[in-house]
C-alpha cells in the first residue's frame, strides 16, 4: 500500500472488496434492461474484484472483457473467474473508460456499475462506452446520487470519498442522460435501504470472500496508521451520506 494517505478505492483494492447499491438484483436489472440474453460479448466497466464481470459470464454464458483503472482490482477479478470456474470466459485489460481500448462498435454491450461516480467529464466516459457497443446494443449504468439536498459538511465528506469529484443529484443525472443519444432510454431510481444493502452486500461479494476480506482489513487497521484513520472516517461518512442518496439504472440503446 502507498505511503499517502489511502484513498477509498485504494483500501478497497487492497482488501479486496467492492460493490455497487443493489447487489445481485439491480444487476438482474440491469442486464434485463440491457437485453443481454443472446450477447456473445459484454463489455464490463470498473470490474472491482471481478463479481460482476464473473456472474455475467456464467449467467449469460458470453465473453465478458472486464476492465478497470487499478491493476489489483483486475488480479483479483482473475482469481474471481478462477474460482467460479469462468476463466475462459472472462478477459482483463487495464483501462480507463475515459479511453476504452477497443475498436468502434466491438461489444453487444456496455455495462457499468458504481464507477462515473469517481470519473470526470462523465459525459465523455458515457460517449466513450457508446463508441465501443454496436448499433442495436444498449448500455446499462448502475449510480449513485443525491435525493436530497445534502448539507454542506456532507457534500464536504462524500467528496473525500470520492476523491474530490463531486456527487450528481437526480435531476443532474436525468439531464445528462435526455443528452445522450439512444434509443429505448430507461432510467429507474432507488431509494437505499441500509439493512437491504448489508444483506445483498454479503451476497455479492460471498461468504468466502467477505471472510478472507475481512482478515485483510483487520491486519490492514492495525499495522497502518494511515489506513485506519481513512477507514474510521470513510465508514462514518458513507454511512451518514447514504441516508441523502439513492441509485438508479440507467439504460439506452445504440443507435
Ligand atoms: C465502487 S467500485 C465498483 C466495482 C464493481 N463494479 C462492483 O460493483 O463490485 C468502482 C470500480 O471502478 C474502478 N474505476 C474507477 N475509476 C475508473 C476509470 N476511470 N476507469 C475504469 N475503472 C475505474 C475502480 O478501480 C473500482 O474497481
Given at each position: 500500500?502507498?505511503?499517502?494517505?489511502?484513498?477509498y478505492?485504494?483500501?478497497?483494492?487492497e482488501v479486496?472488496?467492492t460493490?455497487?447499491?443493489?447487489?445481485?438484483?439491480?444487476?438482474?436489472?440491469?442486464?434485463?434492461?440491457c437485453?443481454?440474453?443472446?450477447?456473445k460479448?459484454?463489455?464490463?466497466?470498473?470490474?472491482?474484484?471481478?463479481?460482476?464481470?464473473?456472474?455475467i459470464?456464467?449467467?449469460?454464458?458470453?465473453?465478458?472483457?472486464?476492465?478497470?483503472?487499478?491493476?489489483?482490482?483486475?488480479?483479483?477479478?482473475?482469481?474471481?473467474?478462477?474460482?467460479?470456474?469462468?476463466?475462459?470466459?472472462?478477459?482483463?485489460?487495464?483501462?480507463?473508460?475515459?479511453a476504452?481500448?477497443?475498436?468502434?462498435?466491438?461489444?453487444?454491450?456496455?455495462?457499468?456499475?458504481?464507477?462515473?461516480?469517481?470519473v470526470?467529464?462523465?459525459?465523455?466516459?458515457?460517449?466513450?462506452?457508446?463508441?465501443?457497443?454496436?448499433?442495436?446494443?444498449?448500455?446499462?449504468?448502475?449510480?449513485?446520487?443525491?435525493?436530497?439536498?445534502?448539507?454542506?459538511?456532507?457534500?464536504?465528506?462524500?467528496?473525500?470519498?470520492?476523491?474530490?469529484?463531486?456527487?450528481?443529484?437526480?435531476?443532474?443525472?436525468?439531464?445528462?442522460?435526455?443528452?445522450?443519444?439512444?434509443?429505448d432510454?430507461?432510467?429507474?431510481t432507488?431509494?437505499?435501504?441500509?439493512?437491504?444493502?448489508?444483506?445483498?452486500?454479503?451476497?455479492?461479494?460471498?461468504?468466502?470472500w467477505?471472510?478472507?476480506?475481512?482478515?485483510?482489513?483487520?491486519?490492514l487497521?492495525?499495522?497502518?496508521?494511515?489506513?485506519?484513520?481513512?477507514?474510521?472516517?470513510?465508514?462514518?461518512?458513507?454511512?451518514?451520506?447514504?441516508?441523502?442518496?439513492?441509485?438508479?439504472?440507467?439504460?439506452?440503446?445504440?443507435?
Amino acid at each position: 500500500m502507498t505511503a499517502h494517505s489511502p484513498d477509498y478505492l485504494d483500501i478497497q483494492a487492497e482488501v479486496g472488496i467492492t460493490k455497487h447499491l443493489g447487489g445481485f438484483i439491480a444487476t438482474d436489472e440491469l442486464l434485463a434492461l440491457c437485453h443481454v440474453e443472446d450477447a456473445k460479448s459484454v463489455l464490463y466497466v470498473g470490474s472491482g474484484i471481478g463479481v460482476g464481470p464473473a456472474y455475467i459470464a456464467r449467467k449469460i454464458g458470453c465473453q465478458v472483457v472486464a476492465v478497470d483503472i487499478s491493476e489489483k482490482m483486475l488480479s483479483w477479478t482473475t482469481q474471481r473467474a478462477f474460482e467460479e470456474g469462468v476463466s475462459a470466459k472472462v478477459e482483463t485489460r487495464l483501462a480507463n473508460v475515459l479511453a476504452l481500448p477497443f475498436e468502434d462498435n466491438r461489444f453487444d454491450a456496455v455495462l457499468v456499475e458504481s464507477v462515473l461516480a469517481f470519473v470526470e467529464p462523465k459525459e465523455k466516459a458515457i460517449l466513450e462506452c457508446l463508441r465501443v457497443i454496436r448499433p442495436g446494443g444498449y448500455v446499462g449504468l448502475n449510480e449513485v446520487f443525491w435525493s436530497e439536498q445534502p448539507s454542506p459538511e456532507m457534500i464536504e465528506a462524500n467528496r473525500r470519498i470520492q476523491m474530490g469529484i463531486e456527487l450528481l443529484t437526480l435531476i443532474e443525472w436525468r439531464n445528462l442522460w435526455q443528452q445522450i443519444p439512444l434509443n429505448d432510454k430507461t432510467i429507474k431510481t432507488y431509494e437505499i435501504n441500509l439493512q437491504r444493502e448489508t444483506r445483498d452486500r454479503i451476497q455479492w461479494v460471498g461468504r468466502r470472500w467477505i471472510f478472507r476480506a475481512w482478515g485483510r482489513l483487520i491486519k490492514l487497521y492495525f499495522s497502518n496508521p494511515l489506513a485506519r484513520r481513512a477507514i474510521n472516517s470513510q465508514t462514518k461518512e458513507t454511512t451518514q451520506s447514504y441516508k441523502s442518496m439513492g441509485f438508479g439504472l440507467f439504460s439506452g440503446q445504440k443507435i
